[in-house]
């Protein structure tokens, strides 16, 4: 079964302290890996899609990284309004089940100014 | 362009009722997921239209979920009859093809006591 775990559960950081998320998966054909981030009462909001190993995408603070069994992201220099959960997810697609999305449990970020 | 609409943002209902959830995709987009947050638990896949069909609801939990895509356009989960362990965030997200960002709305949050 296809599973997706994220590293910490829970991160504090100080402003302007860079660190990195992990989201380390095993699934069976793999189409593409997600991150997402989510605020609090709000649905996931996107960020980046990878698609195979040694891709790299970036966006402000942010840098998504994918090897073969595992993604980061990477946070350079946050600031407080970066603070959200931090969901990876990865798809897959085979048979009727495709675009079908199976994620981790989300790592809580919070930067203090 | 207007985003992923669900409605009720919030509802309340007591063991035993019916509950219909709308999600309003956005215009165009002919795929169009549901998925739920339980307490402490990871976002998980219900199911998987594309346009008017069914193309994938194997994360369904059983046959008290009932779930419709009128005309490919907005899409009706109907829960009847409630039970406690219903209860959570119910998301609904959109996309023109798979692979891609889809794009969440802001949930329905179920209470059921």
């Known amino acids: 079964e296809d599973q997706v775990t994220q590293s910490p559960e829970a991160l504090r950081l100080q402003e302007g302290e860079s660190s990195s998320l992990n989201c380390s998966y095993t699934?069976?054909?793999?189409?593409?890996l997600f991150w997402y981030r989510q605020d609090p009462g709000k649905g996931p909001e996107f960020l980046f899609t990878?698609?195979?190993a040694g891709e790299e995408k970036e966006k402000e603070r942010l840098k998504a990284t994918l090897t073969k069994k595992e993604s980061f992201l990477h946070i350079t220099a946050p600031k407080p309004e970066d603070s959200a959960t931090y969901l990876c997810?990865?798809?897959?697609?085979?048979?009727?089940?495709?675009?079908?999305?199976?994620f981790g449990q989300g790592t809580i970020l919070t930067v203090h100014p | 362009e207007a985003g992923v609409t669900q409605f009720p943002s919030h509802s309340v209902i007591e063991k035993g009722q019916t509950v219909t959830l709308r999600c309003d995709p956005i215009?165009?987009?002919?795929?169009l997921y549901w998925y739920r947050r339980v307490m402490g638990k990871e976002i998980k896949f219900l199911l998987h239209?594309?346009?008017?069909?069914?193309q994938d609801e194997s994360g369904m939990p059983n046959n008290r979920f009932l779930a419709e895509r009128t005309g490919g356009t907005y899409s009706t989960l109907k829960v009847q009859p409630a039970e406690l362990e219903d209860s959570g965030v119910y998301f609904c997200?959109?996309?023109?093809?798979w692979g891609y960002g889809y794009t969440f709305g802001s949930g329905t949050r179920l209470t059921v006591v």
């Open positions: 997200a959109s996309s023109q093809n």
């Open positions: 215009s165009g987009h002919d795929n």
């Open positions: 239209f594309v346009k008017e069909s069914k």
């Open positions: 699934v069976s054909g793999l189409r593409g």
């Open positions: 990878l698609y195979s």
């Open positions: 997810a990865v798809y897959h697609a085979g048979g009727t089940s495709y675009g079908k999305l199976t």
